[in-house]
């Protein structure tokens, strides 16, 4: 299985820039590179800050935006977003209210977590329904391979802004995954390129599509930085997680003859 992972857009309605930066035209340049390059991808998710302030405007044109886009693509909420507002554009809200689904392919079943807290928090939660819910998922896969895609980390990540807003109740979430084979968790909120084993279960996160969060806060003036953005291009067996992050913005040709290196290397 194939599949495209992208977060963090923060999408302000047309004619805006956030941080001096433009939501759509870097969610622009992302789909095309993607439709361009990997439009055999199974899908594509989208793990949350869909929008910077969750406004109704910025939903449509996303939704308008990926309906011309030819990956089918699953979205998901997180910290920025607005849950009334996402649900009156997208639907999807499950028996609790929350934004959560299930896909299954090839065996494998990927479970798309609605983490969202809501403000004036910016840490996450996943609270007793939703906890119920994914319980029974879990149960379903009766022993397959899980992958889990969420906004927030249930985890500290090294980074002393980020750990103060992770997933509240980290515990309690980590005790649901105890006997079955969750094999990765891919998550965003961190905008940066993580990557590393919990629990013994892998974990990678990406830059935001919009900007990004410096690893250390003082090689910059600001809180956020503009670093090249990037979206992953998933591979998923049985038996491997392959996870190539694309920085879409930044590839340019290296000053070298366009005939160079084109021999025999092996």
């Known amino acids: 299985m194939k599949l495209i992972h992208l977060t963090d857009l923060h999408l302000v309605p047309p004619g805006e ?4 930066l433009d939501p759509f035209a870097r969610l622009d340049a992302a789909l095309r590179d993607i439709e361009a390059h990997h439009a055999d991808a199974d899908c594509c998710i989208m793990t949350g ?8 405007a910025a939903y449509r044109l996303l939704q308008d935006r990926l309906q011309q886009f030819p990956v089918r693509t699953h979205v998901m909420l997180g910290n920025h977003d607005n849950r009334e507002n996402f649900l009156s554009v997208f639907g999807g809200a499950d028996a609790s209210g929350h934004v959560q689904k299930t896909l299954v392919k090839d065996g494998m079943h990927l479970l798309l977590l609605d983490t969202l ?3 004036p928090s910016s840490a996450g939660l996943y609270d007793a329904p939703r906890r119920a819910w994914l319980s029974a998922e879990l149960d379903k896969a009766r022993g ?6 969420m906004h927030h ?3 500290d990540i090294g980074h002393a802004l980020m750990d103060l807003i992770k997933l509240d109740d980290a515990e309690a979430f980590a005790a649901l995954l105890k006997g079955h084979d969750v094999r990765h968790i891919f998550f965003g909120h961190a905008h940066r390129t993580i990557s590393g084993v919990w629990n013994g279960i ?9 900007h990004q969060l410096p690893l250390v806060g003082a090689s910059v003036q600001t809180v956020y930085s503009d670093e090249p953005p990037m979206y992953a291009a998933v591979t998923l067996t049985p038996g491997m ?8 913005l930044h590839r340019k040709p290296a000053l070298m003859p366009e005939e160079a290196e084109r021999g025999d290397w092996f």
């Open 241 to 248: 997680t392959i996870v190539h992050s694309d920085a879409f």
């Open 17 to 20: 820039l956030l941080w001096g």
């Open 202 to 210: 892998g974990f990678s996160s990406l830059p935001g599509v919009n």
């Open 153 to 155: 980390p249930p985890f």
């Open 144 to 149: 397959a391979p899980v992958y889990l895609f």
């Open 49 to 56: 800050d869909l929008s910077e302030r969750g406004e109704v």
């Open 117 to 119: 807290k809501g403000p």
